[in-house]
């Protein structure tokens, strides 16, 4: 199980710009896909963006691509989260976690505080 810690969350204007960080513990970092998963109320968890475990493939949820930018980096077992141009949609706790290589699922039931995200003028 990795374990994660996540930051970076706060309140922005429509438009701006947030990142998130996700500090893991372990050494089984670098060996996993990872992934960014956001909670919004009444909402179930929602698939955000994920990255391979060397960092060579991305993927976005369709309501975010060319805004978010997912990274890695496994010498330092951080992955991270650019958000540009955020909208109120976008309002929701924000959660990193191993994902099942190839796939949109998390890969155990292991969930973290996330941290929040609001977006308000």
């Known amino acids: 199980q990795v374990q994660v810690v996540e930051s970076g969350g706060g309140l922005v204007q429509p438009g701006g710009s947030l990142r998130l960080s996700c500090a893991a513990s372990?050494?089984?970092?670098?060996?996993?896909?990872m992934g960014w998963f956001r909670q919004a109320p009444e909402l179930g968890r929602q698939f955000v963006a994920g990255i391979t475990w060397g960092g060579g493939t991305t993927d976005y949820l369709g309501s975010v691509r060319g805004r978010f930018t997912i990274s890695r980096d496994n010498a330092k077992n951080m992955l991270y989260l650019q958000m540009n141009n955020l909208k109120p949609e976008d309002t929701a706790v924000y959660y990193c976690?191993?994902?099942?290589?190839?796939?949109?699922?998390?890969?155990?039931?292991?969930w973290g505080q996330g941290t929040q995200v609001t977006v308000s003028s």
């Open positions: 372990g050494r089984t970092f670098s060996s996993n896909s």
């Open positions: 976690h191993t994902i099942v290589h190839g796939t949109r699922d998390p890969a155990d039931a292991y």
